[in-house]
């Protein structure tokens, strides 16, 4: 458990944190001390995330949220949220791009247009929010981006989805090495089956195919979004400064393969 000043006082703007895992992040971050912004394309949204951060945490650690709109997609309102982060919280400590798109199609099956749409929010976004927000990071700045498995693994009716993540992979790596002089970590995560997220739900429908998919994960469960949110503060905070360049796998095993029981061939014991 992180103490209540992990990151008290550090900045935090998180593109895409009005749902999901990105939220999860927000709220632990807050948790831990963090000033948050959330970032969402949908006004209402922005505003119910940061008021659900407000709620959630209820410790002394003297933080705040707001909530900024902008498609990250967009150069200019991407950077006209930044400088608004920067007029209410100061300079940045902790930048994470995790704006995604998703939908299963087979190749065949996407437009052109559907295709260049999850490239344009996963990959284009990245980059938009990183670039950008360059000019307004604190020395020491981390930045996270919130990658997939599908950068690594082959996934039948996810080309769209396997090379936007696959681009925001080597991005990661190649600003790590133009930016680490400068004082700056880049990162990635990538999650495994979360409950409570979009995904998962669509992944695994009902309870059987829930469990179904749980007994194939070596750690035999789906994971929470705090197992994203620590992961998050770990590379945001001093524990994680000597850590530039790496995607952090957060998925319980689940990239190893087939963990279930008919597929192991298990010795006596």
Excluded at 66 to 91: H, M, N, W, Y
Excluded at 108 to 123: A, E, Q, R, Y
Excluded at 132 to 144: E, P, T, V
Excluded at 146 to 151: E, K, L, N, S, V
């Amino acid at each position: 458990m992180f103490a209540p000043s992990t990151l008290k006082d550090k900045v935090v703007f998180i593109a895409g944190g009005t749902s999901g895992i990105n939220l999860g992040i927000a709220k632990g971050m807050a948790a831990v001390g963090a000033k948050v912004a959330v970032l969402g394309r949908n006004s209402d949204k922005a505003v119910a995330a940061a008021q659900e951060i407000t709620d959630s945490v209820k410790n002394d650690s003297g933080y705040s949220a707001i909530a900024l709109t902008a498609d990250v997609r967009d150069p200019e309102q991407v950077d006209s949220a930044l400088k608004s982060c920067v007029a209410e919280f100061g300079k940045i400590d902790c930048l994470i791009s995790g704006a995604a798109g998703n939908f299963p199609a087979p190749a065949l099956g996407i437009s052109p247009k559907g295709f260049k749409t999850v490239v344009d929010i996963d990959l284009i976004g990245t980059y938009n929010v990183f670039s950008l927000g360059f000019q307004h990071l604190n020395k020491g700045a981390s930045l996270i981006a919130i990658t997939a498995p599908q950068a690594v693994s082959v996934m039948p009716f996810q080309v769209h989805v396997c090379a936007a993540k696959a681009g925001i992979n080597m991005m990661i790596k190649c600003l790590a090495i133009e930016w680490g002089a400068a004082g700056i970590t880049v990162n990635g995560i990538s999650p495994g089956p979360i409950n409570g997220t979009e995904g998962a739900e669509r992944l695994a429908p009902t309870p059987d195919a829930k469990a179904a998919m749980a007994d194939k994960i070596a750690s035999k469960r789906f994971g929470e979004t705090k197992d994203i949110a620590d992961a998050a503060i770990y590379l945001a905070s001093d524990l994680g400064r000597y850590i530039n360049g790496t995607i952090l796998t957060v998925d319980g095993g689940t990239e190893l393969g087939d963990a279930s029981a008919d597929c192991l061939s298990i010795p006596p014991r």
